[in-house]
């Protein structure tokens, strides 16, 4: 979560739309959580397995530029 935070901030800093979203793997006996950033409809700094092994809960993509 804090690298894509992190990597959010950034991006959006430089300009560029990315959201943050945050989905959950079912195993046999616990559910994993992950958070990943997605900018022109793509998963940055990640496989491109993510949004097929994670079912995202929530993303934030609206708000104001940062800095403003």
């Given at each position: 979560l804090?690298?894509?935070?992190?990597?959010l901030f950034f991006l959006r800093r430089a300009g560029i739309e990315a959201e943050?979203?945050?989905?959950i793997?079912?195993?046999?006996?616990?559910?994993?959580?992950h958070a990943w950033v997605v900018s022109a409809g793509s998963p940055i700094g990640e496989t491109g397995e993510v949004e097929a092994r994670f079912l995202p809960l929530c993303s934030f993509a609206e708000a104001p530029p940062l800095g403003a």
């Amino acid at each position: 979560l804090q690298r894509s935070l992190a990597l959010l901030f950034f991006l959006r800093r430089a300009g560029i739309e990315a959201e943050l979203r945050i989905g959950i793997h079912r195993l046999p006996d616990r559910l994993q959580a992950h958070a990943w950033v997605v900018s022109a409809g793509s998963p940055i700094g990640e496989t491109g397995e993510v949004e097929a092994r994670f079912l995202p809960l929530c993303s934030f993509a609206e708000a104001p530029p940062l800095g403003a």
